[in-house]
Every structure is written in C-alpha cells, then in structure tokens.
Nanobody
Framework: QLQLVESGGGLVQPGGSLRLSCVASGFASDHYAIGWFRQAPGKEREGTSCISRRGGSTSYTSSVEGRFTISRDNAKNTVYLQMNSLKPEDTGRYYC???????????????????WGQGTQVTVSS
C-alpha cells in the first residue's frame, strides 16, 4: 500500500519554527518528486514547496520563500519541511504529496501529484 504520513505539526507562536516530516511507505520515495501543500479553513489548498526525486531541484512559492526549506533523505524515505519565522497566515493543515511523473524537477501544483497524506495541523498564534 502506497502511503505518506506527515508529522511535526503543532501550536507555535509567531516568529517560531517547526519541522514537518513526511515518511513514505510501500514505495521508494526517490522515484517521486515530493511537494508540501497547505489548506486553511475556508480557503483553497495551496502549494508551498517541492523537491525533485534526488533533491537537486527545489521550488517555493513567494509567500514562503526565504522562510521555509524543503529537504529529503531518501535513505530514510523521508522529506522534511523546515519552517522558520512563522506567521499567523501560515496556519493550516499541511499535506505532503508524491508525483511519479515529475523527473528531474518538481512543480508546486497539486494536479501533478498522485499520492497524498492525511496532513498535520500547524497553528501559528500567540
């Protein structure tokens, strides 16, 4: 069974940091590009970042660039999202997703991704 499981969410004050993890099981994650997406209540899901199969290419949306860093450890079938300088508008449920069709690059577009996790909640509030 192909599965992605996110963890690391929680409640953090503005300006704080969190590191999310996305663990793949049932497949070799280095055959897939991985993206991180988020969805706030009442809003559409939006992409934040992505990383190519071997980690050589990353991409970020403007709202998180310079604050978030995506990385991967294929030996552990795990992708990370380091989130610094968090803002209240970063609040939402964060999902990781895998895309087999992306080779050598990645895109922060949900339509390209085939496998989705259940998400982890991030709340930024004082």
């Amino acid at each position: 069974q192909l599965q992605l499981v996110e963890s690391g969410g929680g409640l953090v004050q503005p300006g704080g940091s969190l590191r999310l993890s996305c663990v793949a099981s049932g497949f070799a994650s280095d055959h897939y590009a991985i993206g991180w997406f988020r969805q706030a209540p009442g809003k559409e899901r939006e992409g934040t970042s992505c990383i190519s199969r071997r980690g050589g290419s990353t991409s970020y949306t403007s709202s998180v660039e310079g604050r978030f860093t995506i990385s991967r450890d294929n030996a552990k079938n795990t992708v990370y999202l380091q989130m610094n300088s968090l803002k209240p508008e970063d609040t939402g449920r964060y999902y990781c997703a895998a895309a087999r069709r992306l080779v050598g690059l990645c895109v922060v577009s949900s339509g390209a991704y085939d496998i989705w996790g259940q998400g982890t909640q991030v709340t930024v509030s004082s």
